[in-house]
């Protein structure tokens, strides 16, 4: 079954530093999202990315917070001066086309110290 | 303005009971509903999507009243390795592109 790829699986940084969390969405799909996941609390939404531009973006996602597909495969979430309530889980997703459900990686435990 | 409110939970039950899941959602234009199930620390998998008409996957039904604005769930015959939190999941409405919104979750801890 296609899957979708993350790494790293756990990154622990200082307060003030910056990260980059990886993403290798399903070969074939179009749609790409990032969603956080802060210990105890429910999933939300980031942004969505579809035709090499950002669709939506939630009011959690700030200046401090970028995409990227540099390539054809991956897909990257850039968080420029991490604070210690980015500390969370955060999930990539991706999506093909039609009513179908979305397709979550197994994602990064971001520990920001 | 919570989109999506389901069971706090949890639910204790024992194996082979049934048992059954409910979550509200806020905005009537959402067009895609799901359940997905999130085990301990890892991601949320889709269990199923959930249509107007109703739909059954083996032991799992899920409803959907878009009037009421109501999702339901129904586990029968559950099993060990149903143990798991459980998502309401909906999106934004107006695309199918749009947002997931996810509800918190129904703990269920199945015993034998």
């Known amino acids: 079954e296609p899957e979708v790829t993350q790494t790293p699986s756990h990154q622990v940084t200082q307060m003030g530093q910056e990260v980059i969390l990886r993403c290798v969405p399903i070969?074939?799909?179009?749609?790409f999202y990032w969603y956080r996941q802060i210990l105890g609390q429910k999933v939300e939404f980031l942004v969505s990315?579809?035709?090499?531009?950002?669709?939506?973006k939630s009011e959690i996602f700030d200046d401090q917070f970028s995409v990227e597909r540099p390539d054809g495969s991956n897909f990257t979430l850039k968080i420029r001066s991490t604070k210690l309530e980015d500390s969370a889980m955060y999930f990539c997703?991706?999506?093909?086309?039609?009513?179908?459900?979305?397709?979550f990686g197994s994602g990064t435990r971001l520990t920001v110290v | 303005r919570k989109e999506v409110e389901q069971d706090p939970g949890p639910f204790n039950v024992p194996e082979g009971a049934t048992v059954a899941f409910n979550c509200t959602y806020s905005?009537?234009?959402?067009?895609?509903f799901f359940w997905y199930r999130q085990d301990c620390r890892k991601e949320p998998k889709l269990l199923m999507s959930v249509y107007s008409s109703g739909n059954e996957d083996g032991r799992f039904t899920a409803q959907l009243n878009r009037a009421s604005q109501y999702i339901s769930l129904l586990i029968r015959d559950s099993k060990l390795s149903d143990s798991a939190t459980y998502l309401c999941?909906?999106?934004?409405?107006?695309?199918?592109?749009?947002?997931?919104?996810f509800g918190r979750g129904t703990q269920l801890t199945v015993w034998p």
């Open positions: 999941v909906v999106n934004s409405g107006g695309s199918t592109l749009g947002r997931l919104y």
């Open positions: 070969s074939n799909h179009l749609y």
């Open positions: 990315f579809y035709n090499n531009e950002i669709s939506e």
């Open positions: 905005n009537s234009a959402s067009q895609s």
């Open positions: 997703a991706s999506r093909g086309t039609g009513n179908y459900g979305y397709t």
